[in-house]
T-cell receptor, first 112, second 115 residues
Framework: SQQGEEDPQALSIQEGENATMNCSYK?????LQWYRQNSGRGLVHLIL?????REKHSGRLRVTLDTSKKSSSLLITASRAADTASYFC????????????FGKGTLLTVNP | DVKVTQSSRYLVKRTGEKVFLECVQD?????MFWYRQDPGLGLRLIYF???????EKGDIPEGYSVSREKKERFSLILESASTNQTSMYLC??????????????FGPGTRLLVL
């Protein structure tokens, strides 16, 4: 079964606006990651947040993690048309395991 | 920069054919993975390998096998391709750092069509 589930499934905004995507998961984790996928391409890693961290920034990206609610959010500020892509959260299983489980993704469309 | 390459971007095969998808990484990563991606289903793990000649089944291994004879190369084999194996196949690699999963680096994907 899916460990991470993104919400919403699709999001359409205007350039310059902020975009927020959410991820919920079911079991304890070591870390949670966010990836981006441009249409028809491979995934690109954006940011990793560990279970003992609550917030992390990278450029225009801000990720939060609430382990008590088993949820994370990805905020993209001042969005650009080039941010149009699918965004996936990925979680590990919490143990010594090399597997990641990916959600189904949020499709973000940034209109110029 | 980590580079993960896949042998083909697009592939068209006939039902019953044996299909090889090759993946090569140049960063000496211990872990390698094969996923398939389908609309509405997200990424699903087929097989992974954490060392040469080692492999473990993922969530959907049926109809697939893998081979890892060298550290940099991980091959996915469809023994007898079927139309329900039409999909986007993504290869990834990651370093082994402790026991927890670290960042995975993905190839560009192979879009396979089985007729």
């Amino acid at each position: 079964s899916q460990q991470g589930e993104e919400d919403p499934q699709a999001l359409s905004i205007q350039e310059g606006e902020n975009a927020t995507m959410n991820c919920s998961y079911k079991t304890s984790i070591n870390n949670l990651q966010w990836y981006r996928q441009n249409s028809g391409r491979g995934l690109v890693h954006l940011i990793l947040i560990r279970s003992n961290e609550r917030e992390k920034h990278s450029g225009r990206l801000r990720v939060t993690l609430d382990t008590s609610k088993k949820s994370s959010s990805l905020l993209i500020t001042a969005s650009r048309a080039a941010d149009t892509a699918s965004y996936f959260c990925a979680t590990d299983s919490g143990g010594s395991n090399y597997k990641l489980t990916f959600g189904k993704g949020t499709l973000l469309t940034v209109n110029p | 920069d980590v580079k993960v390459t896949q042998s083909s971007r697009y592939l068209v095969k006939r039902t019953g054919e044996k299909v090889f998808l090759e993946c090569v990484q140049d960063m000496d990563h211990e872990n390698m993975f094969w996923y398939r991606q389908d609309p509405g289903l997200g990424l699903r793990l087929i097989y992974f390998s954490y060392d040469v000649k080692m492999k473990e089944k993922g969530d959907i291994p049926e109809g697939y096998s893998v081979s890892r004879e060298k550290k940099e190369r991980f091959s996915l084999i469809l023994e007898s391709a079927s139309t329900n194996q039409t999909s986007m196949y993504l290869c990834a690699s990651s370093p082994r750092q402790g026991g927890a999963q670290e960042t995975q680096y993905f190839g560009p994907g192979t879009r396979l069509l089985v007729l």
